[in-house]
């Protein structure tokens, strides 16, 4: 059975960081990606990153503050949040699928497994 079990998200202040774990059991994945909602709004795509680690894609409103990594022998991925800020707050999901291209891979109904999701709330 495939499960994914999200830990590390909390009440930081703007500027803060905070690093979110992605557990996964069952199987390995050819991606595991980061999605975020905040009330009101559609999930959007954060970053991913493809098992081999040979690609990784940030969206636009995160590059260079969130960095993606993963820990093969653990089969955990993580997501290091730097310069946080209040427009970051959100639930934040990570998923688990095959695809592995540019566009596909910020789409949703591209993944087949999702964790529960973890609050990230970033004060002003």
């Known amino acids: 059975q495939v499960q994914l079990v999200e830990s590390g998200g909390g009440l930081v202040q703007s500027g803060g960081s905070l690093r979110l774990s992605c557990a996964a059991s069952?199987?390995?994945?050819?991606?595991m990606g980061w999605f975020r909602q905040a009330p009101g709004k559609e999930r959007e795509f954060v970053g991913a990153?493809?098992?081999?680690?040979?690609?990784?894609y940030y969206a636009d409103s995160v590059k260079d503050r969130f960095t993606i990594s993963r820990d093969n022998a653990k089969n955990t991925v993580y997501l290091q949040m730097n310069s946080l800020r209040p427009e970051d707050t959100a639930v934040y999901y990570c998923a688990a699928g095959s695809t592995t291209t540019v566009q596909a891979v910020r789409d949703t109904r591209r993944y087949d497994y999702w964790g529960q999701g973890t609050q990230v709330t970033v004060s002003s």
């Open positions: 069952g199987r390995t994945f050819n991606t």
């Open positions: 990153r493809t098992w081999s680690g040979v690609s990784t």
